[in-house]
Structures are given as C-alpha cells and as structure tokens.
C-alpha cells in the first residue's frame, strides 16, 4: 500500500498527505478551511496575526515567507515542520511511484545511455537527462535522478562516423 495518496482515507492516510505542494511550488494543507485545501503561508499569516499580534507589512511572496517565521512561537515551528513534511511526501511519493520496494533498492541497477545529441537514457524508467558540463562520471552521477536505480553502466556515444 502506497503512503502519498490524493484521496486520503482515514487517519492514517490523513497524517501521510495532510501537506501537498502545487504546482507553483508552494505548500499547501490539505482539506483544512472547510474540507477545502489552504496555503501554508495564509495560514501561517492569519495565525501569526490572531496569536502574536505580528502583521507583515510587505505580504511577501510565498518563497520569501520562509524567511519570517524565525522567531520561537508555535506558528513559526508549525510552518517549518510543514514545509519539510510536504517536502518529504513529495520526494516519497516519487520514490514510490517508481515501484521499487526498500528490500530490492539496492538490487535495482540500470545502464545509462547516451545519444548522439548527448542526451542521456535510463534502460528501466526510459526517462532523459542532459548535463551542462561533462556527463554522469564527471559529475559523479551513480544513481538515476528519476528513478533511483544504480547506474551499473554507461554507454557513451560514439560516433562511427569519425572512428
């Protein structure tokens, strides 16, 4: 049974995916204002209002809040551990997305191939990669970015034509 669900049945599940993040990468709690999902930073900015009388002046945007809640109150702690929980669902959810399970990780290797526009290609999740400088052994690369498998060889590409 996979732990990140969209439809979160029961405690359980609830605890497990009560944090998401949508697609403009901000953090959000889910079902909490009315069975309807919520920015993590509204709430955050209503409760610091309502418990310790801070208003921001500036309405930051949501990947500048962060830097705000540095004082010790319960509401500053709360917006920290929710960040880092929507971050860690998000990152579980894409390792089980994969299939692999904990027991076979160490087991599951793939070759990493690269075509001649230096595209790199996982042989299991047919995924691409590119690299900017150098290719997966110059930037110490071991593990497939998308899938996690063990790259167990590289083939780079080689042109026929210039051998």
């Not at 290719?135 to 970015?145: A, D, F, L, R, S």
Request: aromatic share 12%.
């Amino acid at each position: 049974m996979k732990l990140v669900t969209e439809t979160p049945e029961g405690n359980y599940q609830q605890l497990h995916n009560m944090t998401g993040i949508n697609a403009d990468k901000e953090v959000y709690l889910r079902g909490i204002d009315n069975g309807r999902d919520l920015s993590l930073v509204d709430f955050c900015r209503k409760k610091c209002e309502e418990k310790c009388e801070f208003k921001l002046e500036n309405n930051p945007p949501a990947e500048e809040f962060g830097e705000y809640m540095d004082c010790d109150c319960i509401i500053s702690y709360f917006y920290h551990m929710a960040v880092g929980h929507a971050e860690l669902r998000s990152k579980l959810g894409r390792y089980e997305d994969t299939g692999l399970d904990p027991d076979g990780i160490k087991e599951a290797t793939c070759e990493y191939s690269e075509d001649e526009d230096g595209i790199w290609s996982c042989s299991k999740c047919d995924s691409v990669w590119t690299f900017i400088n150098g290719g997966p052994k110059e930037n110490n690369v071991h593990y497939y970015p998308k899938c996690g498998r063990k790259i167990a060889k590289w083939n780079e590409y080689v042109d026929e034509d210039e051998e």
